[in-house]
């Protein structure tokens, strides 16, 4: 019988700098129809929710579920609405 001894294994701590905890900090961007409504999104006239569905081909609920999503993953949105035009914009992450 072979003598066998189990080795624990150590975890390496990460490095923090400052532009670590930065990157860390800042949305991924995805790509894709995602990625279109965060581009529409970041202009200075930010986008409708029509606006963005004729964007992506998507229908107005699918967008306003889209929108909802990106909020958890540090994307700030708000709704401005200016001479009866509702836009969306990106605002700053909170935290």
Not at 25 to 44: D, F, H, N, S, Y
Not at 48 to 65: C, D, I, N, P, R
């Amino acid at each position: 019988m072979a003598n066998t001894k189990t080795r624990k294994l150590q975890r390496e701590e990460p490095v923090s700098t400052p532009a670590a905890q930065e990157t860390a900090k800042a949305p991924i961007r995805p790509g894709g129809k995602l990625g279109v409504i965060i581009e529409r999104l970041e202009t200075r006239d930010g986008a409708t929710a029509e606006e963005l569905a004729e964007a992506t081909g998507w229908q107005k609920h699918s967008v306003l579920g889209a929108l909802s999503r990106l909020r958890p993953h540090g994307f700030a949105m708000r709704l401005e609405a200016e001479g009866g035009r509702k836009a969306y914009r990106l605002g700053k992450a909170e935290g």
